[in-house]
């Protein structure tokens, strides 16, 4: 008859502890994952237009504007959340 120790133990969870991590993180957001499938929800569908406006909040952050015309009209995806993201990209010097 085999004794494992507790020692063998432990390194088998230290070794698996990034799976272990990744099937649970799977298993918390099946449900979620399977809602918006059922209920046909576009997630990423405005991706695009959100980055379009982190950029022109970028390039200007108290004056920006349209972030798909070419005017100065006020875009209603303006928000305090995107002025961070775009301050934050500015000081950093990356863009969106």
Do not use: T
């Amino acid at each position: 008859m085999m004794v494992v120790s507790k020692m063998h133990r432990k390194g088998v969870l230290e070794r698996n502890s990034v799976i272990l991590a990744a099937v649970a993180a799977f298993l918390v957001f099946l449900p979620g994952m399977a809602w918006f499938r059922r209920a046909e929800i576009h997630v990423f569908r405005d991706f695009h237009e959100h980055v379009a406006v982190v950029k022109a909040l970028s390039l200007d952050l108290l004056n920006p504007s349209h972030p798909m015309l070419q005017d100065r009209l006020p875009h209603g995806w303006f928000s305090p959340y995107a002025w961070i993201v775009a301050a934050v990209s500015r000081i950093l010097e990356c863009e969106p």
